[in-house]
């Protein structure tokens, strides 16, 4: 038996929409060698774990693995490695600072607040 192990990063779609829609349930390397198929993801995360087990040697490229167990490699999947690999964290801008004002800092000539 021969493992392999991929991760694929999407973009512009989430993993629970590209499994449902684009992975193909029943792929024909089912019938020439693949054994089973166990899928990791978060429903609305960018990254899909996927483990094979092959019967036969199976294809050498991890894009070669990805189409031969029906993962399509559409415009949306823009990162695709075998195992070992540790995906990079997306850091996100920082959020400007909120404070909370509680009284206007600027006051009339008469004195009075200008918040209401």
Known sequence: MHLRSLLIRLD???AGDYLTWVRDPEPLALQNGLLS?????????ELVNIEFVWAVQPPTTPGDVAVAAGFALTPEVVEIHTAGYVPRRRCKPPQAERKEVTECP???ASG???NR
């Open 106 to 108: 600027y006051s009339t």
């Open 12 to 14: 512009g779609i989430t």
């Open 37 to 45: 198929v166990v899928i990791s993801a978060e429903p609305l995360g």
């Open 112 to 114: 009075s607040s200008l």
